[in-house]
Nanobody, 123 residues
Framework: QVQLVESGGGLVQAGGSLRLSCAASGLTFSSHSMGWFRQAPGKEREFVAA???????NYADSVKGRFTISRDNDKNTVYLQMNSLKPEDTAVYYC?????????????????WGQGTQVTVSS
């Protein structure tokens, strides 16, 4: 059974930084592409970043240049380094495993999800 556990969320002032972690178990981690999504109150869950098994990365335009996704296959962990945070980045952040052939930018392209971690950016 796949388990994804996010950590690292919290309250930070605008302009600050946070690093989110997602520890994975129950899967051959190095063989899977992973993604980060976020959901703000009253809004739909949206794509943030993705990293393939071959280390290629993709970002939403809203976070490009500020966020960095990475992975450590020895630790079965994917990270999201978030810099220059803005109040509009406030959301619950989720990591997810992309299913084979799934659309990396869409919720439907992922088949396993963590419970989420809250990120709040104050102005």
């Amino acid at each position: 059974q796949v388990q994804l556990v996010e950590s690292g969320g919290g309250l930070v002032q605008a302009g600050g930084s946070l690093r989110l972690s997602c520890a994975a178990s129950g899967l051959t981690f190095s063989s899977h592409s992973m993604g980060w999504f976020r959901q703000a109150p009253g809004k739909e869950r949206e794509f943030v970043a993705a990293i393939s098994w071959s280390m290629s990365t993709n970002y939403a335009d809203s976070v490009k240049g500020r966020f960095t996704i990475s992975r450590d296959n020895d630790k079965n962990t994917v990270y999201l380094q978030m810099n220059s945070l803005k109040p509009e980045d406030t959301a619950v952040y989720y990591c997810a495993r992309r299913q084979a052939g799934g659309n990396r930018y869409a919720n439907t392209g992922y088949d396993s999800w963590g419970q989420g971690t809250q990120v709040t950016v104050s102005s």
